[in-house]
């Protein structure tokens, strides 16, 4: 119920925007937020945002990416600059969301590949 898209590839240095829209009904969402996984490698915490706009970062990616969301669409943002080959990776989103039945469960995209030449 996550949809992800904007990955490819590009040069070092350069950009790519990600994008992730949540489709599925539920009563609230929480945080939502972007890990990535490189084969061999624990997933990474790359950003989150809360629904009050309070961002996280990873210390690697600090100052280079931007989080954002529109709480009307569902939707969650991921501004890569200065990318860099280590940022080669594939990039999951994820929604803390709160159920119609006041569930809580966690949403995942299906990952979009993001590689990164130098």
């Known amino acids: 119920q996550l949809q992800a898209s904007g990955g490819g590839s590009v040069q070092a240095g350069g950009s790519l925007r990600l994008s992730c829209a949540s489709s599925?009904?539920?009563?609230?969402?929480?945080?939502m937020g972007w890990y990535r996984q490189v084969p061999g490698k624990q997933r990474e915490l790359v950003a989150s945002?809360?629904?009050?706009?309070?961002?996280q970062y990873a210390e690697s990616v600090e100052g280079r990416f931007t989080i954002s969301r529109d709480n009307v669409k569902n939707s969650v943002y991921l501004q890569m600059s200065s990318l860099k080959p280590e940022d080669t990776a594939v990039y999951y989103c994820f929604a803390d969301t709160i159920t119609i039945q006041r569930d809580r469960i966690v949403r995942w995209g299906q990952g979009t590949q993001v590689t990164v030449s130098s």
């Open positions: 599925g009904i539920a009563f609230s969402i929480e945080m």
């Open positions: 945002i809360t629904s009050g706009a309070n961002t």
